[in-house]
């Protein structure tokens, strides 16, 4: 009596738990038995494809078949699809097969393989699913190419979306909170360029990112998050960027300024972080000894640690600090504008905005010129190719490049023209904030206590035992402290003398003037808006292109309180 292994196989697990395939399958292949009078050994039951026989339970059953002498004479399923869906790997598997004495048998397409003639019919019996396969594949795939050029995401949502469907049963990427708003945070940071890609990852992390590092590069390298789908080249078709139809999470003109600074051409300020919440000045302060950059460390006493910051090598100059950092804390009070001043700051920015819109349409024309300069080019390597005077290689690898650069500098187009409609509202929510600026510092993380630091005192401290001092600080927040000074003199009517700062704070012509637009507006914006836990882009795209502040604040210097106004 002959003795056979019954193998059955469906292709997903899911087939396997809801379907009747399986069990059809047995039943099957016991009658068979049954009517040859065949002795069945054992049941193997698989639930993956059959494009390979990288398949766990036939991989167990070989390796069954290779140890122990003796076993069937036959393995037996239904059709040959359910053996493979491969010619070429199913007919080395077959050789393996006989090797060991064992016959590979199809009960509903049973051939004699004995017979030379039969191998005909098993090549078609195995090219069929093949053939059927390929073609499902290729219509799938097909079929998807199609949805990306539609501007439809296809697969499964990238981190900070979700898949959705609608009504109608198409399905589409919807933005998924907090994720969303966490992937926004983390491309405006790397804008910023103030930190690595690996610290922001690991702050992404602690807001609650749901992502490993890997998955986090691949997400600020996806322009799906700035509403592109990306099509790439398939035969006679070049890769292609196009519209999607989900909400993008961020514009296109901060994804390609990511871009720039993770390729290298952007620039980057790396600020060293730390841990440590008492130690807030830790790389701040300079040692008024020998001028070296102090560190922090803390020291154990009797009942509790005392934080120091210290000097290193033969200069051992330290002190306590945490009388240094409640003297910061109360510097920082001064530096809080008279709740009279907010219609006059206000009333300064609205008075740059208005100049810069003006200005911006010759920023436009000189980007629109560059956009109509690569387009000719574009055409021009068209012509060159119609005339074969260049390879379609080259200029294939032209168009690549003009491309390119034709969506950056149309991002920085759109940019450029989708100015913030709401001021006021805009305004407003940052000078609250300035208003804010020793609460935000209390109560804020160990990230934003440095981050105000740094915006305030653009250079390092020097504690002298008694006060803090520095060279020169912000020049914004010099421009406000004047204001609030002067403003409090006409009201008093004193003539008098200025007080006394413990920041030795430049005056005019002695510290090069800043000519960089960004250095005067861009630390209210940062006070405003960074310290707190949301990034505004509409915010940081308006303030980004005012203009220098110093003639603007002279001409509003006498301006009355009661007309300033947007």
């Not at 393995?75 to 064992?102: C, E, H, P």
């Not at 240094?324 to 510097?331: F, G, H, S």
Request: aromatic share 10%.
């Amino acid at each position: 009596m002959q003795v056979a292994d019954l193998y059955i196989r469906v292709s997903t697990d899911e087939q396997a738990d809801k379907g009747y395939s399986q069990r059809n399958q047995e039943e099957m292949l016991r009658k068979y038995c049954n009517l040859h009078a065949i002795q069945v050994r054992k049941v193997i039951f698989e639930d993956h494809s059959a494009k390979t026989f990288n398949r766990p339970q036939w991989k167990a059953l070989l390796l069954d078949f290779r140890k122990h002498k003796g076993g069937p004479d036959l393995v037996l399923f239904t059709k040959w699809d359910r053996f493979s869906r491969n010619a070429g790997d199913a007919y080395q598997m077959i050789n393996v097969l006989r090797k060991l004495g064992i016959e590979p048998q199809a009960i509903e397409q049973p051939l004699d393989l004995s017979i030379p003639e039969n191998k005909m019919m098993l090549a078609f019996y195995l090219a069929a699913p093949e053939v059927e396969n390929d073609r499902r594949a290729l219509n799938v795939f097909y079929g998807m190419r199609r949805a990306r050029k539609e501007g439809r995401y296809v697969g499964r949502a990238p981190i900070g979306y979700v898949n959705r469907s609608d009504p109608n049963g198409r399905k589409y990427i919807a933005p998924d909170e907090p994720q969303a708003d966490i992937i926004r945070w983390s491309f405006e940071e790397l804008a910023a360029g103030r930190y690595k890609t690996e610290v922001i990852w690991k702050m992404a992390k602690a807001k609650g990112f749901k992502g490993t590092r890997s998955l986090f590069w691949l997400a600020i390298r996806n322009p799906a998050y700035c509403g592109k789908i990306f099509i790439p080249k398939y035969k006679d078709e070049e890769s292609q960027f196009v519209k999607g139809q989900h909400e993008p999470l961020i514009s296109e003109s901060l994804f390609y300024e990511v871009q720039d600074i993770l390729d290298g051409r952007g620039r980057r300020y790396r600020l060293k972080t730390v841990t440590a919440t008492s130690l807030p000045l830790r790389g701040f302060l300079l040692c008024p000894l020998c001028g070296k950059i102090l560190s922090g460390s803390a020291s154990r006493g009797r009942n509790k640690y005392y934080a120091y910051y210290h000097c290193f090598g033969d200069c051992a100059h330290r002190f306590r600090a945490d009388h240094v950092n409640d003297l910061l804390t109360e510097e920082l009070k001064k530096y809080t504008p008279n709740p009279k001043l907010q219609p006059l700051l206000k009333s300064f920015l609205c008075k740059a905005y208005r100049q810069q819109t003006g200005r911006n349409n010759g920023e436009r024309k000189q980007l629109t010129e560059q956009i109509k300069d690569l387009e000719n080019k574009l055409s021009k390597a068209r012509d060159l190719l119609l005339s074969d005077q260049i390879d379609p290689a080259d200029y294939r690898a032209m168009k690549a490049e003009y491309e390119e650069r034709l969506n950056r500098q149309q991002a920085k187009l759109n940019a450029a023209i989708n100015q913030p409609d709401d001021v006021n509202a805009i305004l407003k929510k940052g000078l609250d904030n300035i208003y804010r600026l020793s609460e935000i510092y209390e109560t804020g993380s160990i990230m934003e206590k440095r981050q105000v630091i740094g915006l305030v005192y653009p250079e390092k401290l020097v504690y002298d035992g008694d006060q803090l001092r520095t060279t020169r600080i912000n020049e914004a927040v010099r421009i406000i402290y004047t204001l609030d000074k002067e403003l409090g003199e006409k009201e008093t009517g004193q003539s008098g003398e200025n007080p006394t700062l413990s920041c030795e704070v430049a005056q005019p012509g002695f510290e090069p003037r800043q000519k960089d637009p960004e250095s005067f507006v861009l630390p209210l914006y940062y006070w405003a808006i960074m310290v707190s836990h949301k990034w505004d882009g509409k915010i940081r795209e308006f303030l980004r292109y005012l203009p220098k502040l110093p003639p603007l604040w002279r001409s509003l210097k006498n301006t009355s309180l009661h007309t300033a106004s947007c």
